[in-house]
Structures are given as structure tokens and as C-alpha cells.
């Protein structure tokens, strides 16, 4: 074969494996991430979590962020714009929960410091505007987002990251429930590039009616701030410095006076939404 056209063939190859060892995250606040994989134990983690959060190969600007698998101490690095995460060796899949939610690590904190949220709550659409439903473990979230009805549908049932735009608009996009991917889980795939408008925000509480009753701004943030803090310690997402939670603090009490907040009282049975549409002034 002639040399020229080895190396170009070689340089095919080259360009065909960078492509399989990123994937493109863009958020509704504008900035997309490039999420690479340096070596073969991390491009295969990268490529596996490309399909779960569902990415597509995109061109434009991007910020890069590169996982690389630990062998040494000293591979530990952070140089410029390109936020290295290093990946533990492990033979093992149930590492692949904390895996996953520690390469995301970096895009929640660059969200956080532009003032958004990641929140322990499931999202749900309707017919474009999204609401959050939140609380912790137990309360209902998965049960709640399955009794959905159209025009409502269920886009995450565990979390959800909320991002800020330039205009000072929240959008929420879909989170994966990394739990699923424990040891024997489920797995599953979530649309994370997807971001609707969040119109309100629903606590769910049980009861014995369905109705959801507005929250002032100063409740709305302390409840804000609770399930923050469910999504960084039960999924180890976020740093917990005294900067960090002040940050975490101020962002939550931002978005408590721009996106109105409800607890939505659940029976067992009954048409919740209806309530839901109600208080976002959704009822057409």
C-alpha cells in the first residue's frame, strides 16, 4: 500500500476514534460542554455515558471537559479551560453510578456558579413550559411523575438541573437517575439536552386532597435549599465549603423570587395536574 495513503487512512482512524470518545452536552443557558475520554478505560465510561444522556456530535464553540483514568497520583491535572477528571480503575460495574455522577460533577458546579441548581426532583413538561416536582426520598416523586396525564409528561423522576441564561431565565433539563446503574439496576437513557422553561416549582406532600398552595420566597428558598442538598450528598455532585454553600445559598433564594414555588397536597387518587395547572395558569 502507498505510504500516502496509509497515513491517510491511519488519520481516518484517528478522527472516527476522537468521535467516539466525545460527546456534546449543550445546556439551555447557552453553553455547551465537549465531554472526551483521553484514554481507552475512560473514552469507553464517556461513550457509555454519551447514550444515557442521549448526546449528539455537534460543531462550535465548546468547553472542554476530559475524564482520564487514574493510575497515578500525579495524573491528577487542571490546565486552563480543560477541566480533567480522573476516573478510579475498577474492574467492577457497580462503580459506574458514581462514575457517571462525578464526570457530571464539573458542568453542575460551572451551572452553580452562574446561578443554577441541581435539585432533587423529577421534571415534567407540558406542551413546552416544565415544572419541577420535588422532595425526598420516598415521597412519591416516581409514582407522581407515572400518574402524569397529557398534556403533562414525565422527563426525569429523580433529578433535575436548573440553569440560568443571560436574560436571567431559568430552564430545566432532565438529570439520570444514577442509582440505576448500581449493580443489577435498570439503567436507562434521559434526553438531557432537552431544556423547557421552568414555570414552578411543586413540593409534593401527601394528603388527603389534591390541591398545591403557593409558598412565600423566604419558605420557598429554605425548601430550595433542602433538596440541593439531597442531590450533592446522595450523588456526591458538589463540593460542601463554606463558599460553596453560600453560593448554593444565594442561588436559591434568586431563583425562590423569580419561579414560583407550591406544595402540592397528593391523594392517592384524583387528578393532581389539574391542581398543577391551576396554580401555573396552565388550564387551557
Not at 505510504?3 to 466525545?22: D, G, K, N, T
Not at 426520598?137 to 438541573?161: C, E, F, H, I
Amino acid at each position: 500500500m502507498e505510504v500516502p495513503r496509509l497515513v491517510a487512512i491511519l488519520e481516518l482512524l484517528q478522527l472516527c476514534a476522537a468521535w467516539v470518545s466525545s460527546a456534546y452536552l449543550t445546556l439551555g443557558d447557552g453553553y455547551t460542554w465537549q465531554i472526551e475520554g483521553e484514554d481507552e478505560s475512560a473514552a469507553e465510561i464517556v461513550s457509555m455515558l454519551s447514550k444515557i444522556l442521549m448526546l449528539k456530535p455537534r460543531e462550535g464553540p465548546c468547553r472542554r471537559l476530559s475524564v482520564k483514568t487514574l493510575r497515578v497520583r500525579d495524573d491528577c491535572k487542571d490546565s486552563g479551560d480543560h477541566k480533567v477528571f480522573i476516573l478510579p480503575c475498577s474492574g467492577d460495574d457497580s462503580f459506574l453510578a458514581v462514575a457517571f455522577a462525578l464526570i457530571m460533577r464539573p458542568v453542575c458546579l460551572d451551572v452553580q456558579s452562574r446561578m443554577g441548581l441541581l435539585v432533587h426532583g423529577a421534571l415534567a413538561e407540558r406542551n413546552g413550559p416544565g415544572a419541577i416536582l420535588a422532595g425526598p426520598s420516598g415521597v412519591g416523586k416516581t409514582t407522581t411523575s407515572n400518574r402524569l396525564q397529557p398534556p403533562w409528561r414525565s422527563l426525569s423522576d429523580d433529578l433535575t438541573l436548573i440553569v440560568c441564561d443571560q436574560q436571567g431565565r431559568y430552564w430545566a433539563h432532565p438529570w439520570p437517575t444514577w442509582s440505576r446503574f448500581e449493580e443489577g439496576g435498570p439503567g436507562g437513557s434521559w434526553d438531557v439536552c432537552h431544556a423547557v422553561p421552568l414555570k414552578g416549582i411543586f413540593f409534593l406532600a401527601k394528603s388527603q386532597e389534591n390541591r398545591a398552595v403557593g409558598l412565600g420566597a423566604g419558605r420557598a428558598a429554605c425548601m430550595h435549599i433542602e433538596v440541593v442538598e439531597q442531590a450533592s450528598y446522595r450523588f456526591h455532585c458538589l463540593d460542601d465549603d463554606a463558599a460553596n454553600q453560600l453560593q448554593k445559598f444565594g442561588n436559591a433564594c434568586t431563583l425562590a423570587k423569580v419561579v414560583p414555588a407550591f406544595i402540592l397536597h397528593l391523594s392517592l387518587n384524583g387528578p393532581f395536574w389539574k391542581e398543577m395547572d391551576l396554580a401555573l395558569g396552565l388550564d387551557d
